[in-house]
């Protein structure tokens, strides 16, 4: 007679953390996503993979949905219907200390704690010493500006950090997700409200982790756009196209519309 063998929650924890050892795809496969069992969606049957070593822009019109990509991605949403896989693991079932090592988020929005700049890009973990707090603060060229800090990476923050200016904030984020050695990148490029030095330093630090890490970008300027390996163009919920930069430029669609919006 055949029994079924329940895993306990260790075992079944063992399980899933060995999967998700490294980053190697992820699987969106039709994907829908409603914030009420009776309001519309806003998200219909999204489906794309990632590989690793992949550049994926999101592309659309403010309100189209690439922004509740990301926060389902990031489990700020749930209850979403569809499967999303990471390592062939369900997102649903990946622990969120899990979640956080794997996918590095860059967003728009940034938290800083009163606490000195080192511990901001450092969080505490052990495996980020003053080394890897250094190094990671000139991979994003963050060192710029914090060398000109009294007391450098001791120079004290303020609530929020509010001591510095919302470039510098974003950079000390962008420092924090590369110190933690994360193998997907999931950023907003957006850089409103920056001071042109400290945009110019941003941009460099986006150009260089698309060069080395995996990465889904929400993207505003065709320099990262033109240069991803598949460009989705999100229109009302809908992957309305998908291709590279030359590929959709052809199609004389919404994304050749697109263009003209965006940033030169």
Do not use: W
């Not at 050892?21 to 519309?40: H, K, M, Q, T, W």
């Not at 700020?76 to 649903?92: A, F, M």
């Not at 980020?128 to 009294?150: D, T």
């Not at 957006?190 to 400290?198: E, L, Q």
């Amino acid at each position: 007679e055949k029994t079924d063998v329940a895993f306990t929650d260790t075992e079944l924890q063992n399980e899933i953390s060995r999967k998700l050892g490294g980053f190697e795809n992820l699987i969106f496969e039709n994907v829908c996503f409603r914030y009420a069992p009776d309001s519309p969606y806003v998200l219909k049957g999204i489906t794309f993979e990632v590989n690793k070593g992949d550049k994926i822009a999101i592309v659309g019109t403010t309100g189209s949905g690439k922004s509740t990509i990301i926060r389902i991605l990031t489990r700020t949403y749930v209850n979403y219907e569809g499967s999303i896989r990471i390592n062939g693991v369900e997102l649903s079932s990946i622990p969120r200390g899990e979640l956080q090592r794997l996918i590095a988020m860059m967003q728009q929005e940034t938290y800083l704690f009163e606490e000195k700049v080192g511990f901001n890009i450092s969080l505490g973990r052990e495996s980020v010493g003053s080394l890897e707090v250094e190094e990671a603060a000139r991979y994003v060229y963050a060192n710029k500006f914090i060398e000109q800090l009294p007391g450098k990476f001791d120079f004290q923050l303020l609530e929020n950090g509010k001591n510095l200016s919302e470039g510098q904030a974003r950079l000390i984020v962008f420092a924090r997700a590369i110190a933690g050695k994360s193998d997907l990148f999931v950023l907003d490029e957006a850089t409103s409200s920056v001071d042109s030095f400290t945009e110019n330093l941003i941009q460099k630090a986006i150009g260089r982790i698309f060069e080395d890490k995996t990465v889904i970008v929400i993207a505003h300027r065709l320099s990262t756009i033109r240069y991803s390996t598949n460009i989705l163009v999100i229109s009302n919920g809908f992957i309305a196209e998908r291709g590279n930069h030359t590929e959709l430029v052809s199609l004389n669609g919404i994304y050749a519309q697109l263009l003209q919006t965006l940033e030169k």
